[in-house]
């Protein structure tokens, strides 16, 4: 038997003629430029995606509150909450929008365990400008002012 023949027995001819069902030659060769193509794509696959693996650093993320950018030792939600002094009078108007009139907060921009910087804030400002829309958001010193769509009163 020739080792390049396929032969197929009459139980394998599925309606086939017997002179159909012989295959005979040798199965195509490719070229070698193109099997060293596809070994060089191939290799280029792997480095690729196993550099992307390995060069990424693990995203930093707070035990304390799960938030990331920040670890345990410098999370400001982490520590009990500092109250301000209340010798420091409150400020009438709102060091956001500048506006007078509304009722007046103390805004922790550094953490609300940390009593070192304050600012007198109205509510909406508080909310929108202080904690970025939301208070679970990590509290900020407004530069701009989202209520009034300007720098804040006390940037200026």
């Not at 309606?15 to 070229?31: E, W």
């Not at 794509?41 to 938030?67: F, H, K, M, N, Q």
Request: proline letters at 8%; glycine letters at 10%; hydrophobic letters at 30%.
């Amino acid at each position: 038997m020739d080792p390049h023949r396929v032969y197929l027995y009459p139980a394998q001819w599925n309606g086939m003629v017997p002179n159909q069902a012989v295959i005979s030659g040798q199965p195509p060769q490719q070229p070698w430029w193109a099997t060293a193509l596809a070994a060089l794509l191939a290799g280029g696959l792997v480095y690729a995606v196993i550099s992307d693996w390995a060069s990424g650093e693990p995203e930093r993320i707070c035990g304390t509150c799960g938030r990331p950018g920040h670890n345990r030792r410098t999370c400001p939600y982490g520590v009990p909450r500092v109250s301000f002094s209340r010798a420091i009078p409150r400020s009438r108007r709102c060091e956001c929008c500048g506006l007078y009139g509304y009722t007046v907060q103390r805004h922790h921009p550094r953490g609300r365990g940390n009593a070192r910087d304050y600012l007198d804030v109205c509510d909406a400002c508080h909310i929108n400008c202080g904690h970025e829309g939301h208070f679970r958001n990590l509290a900020i010193k407004p530069r701009v002012c989202r209520v009034m769509n300007r720098s804040s009163f006390w940037c200026s």
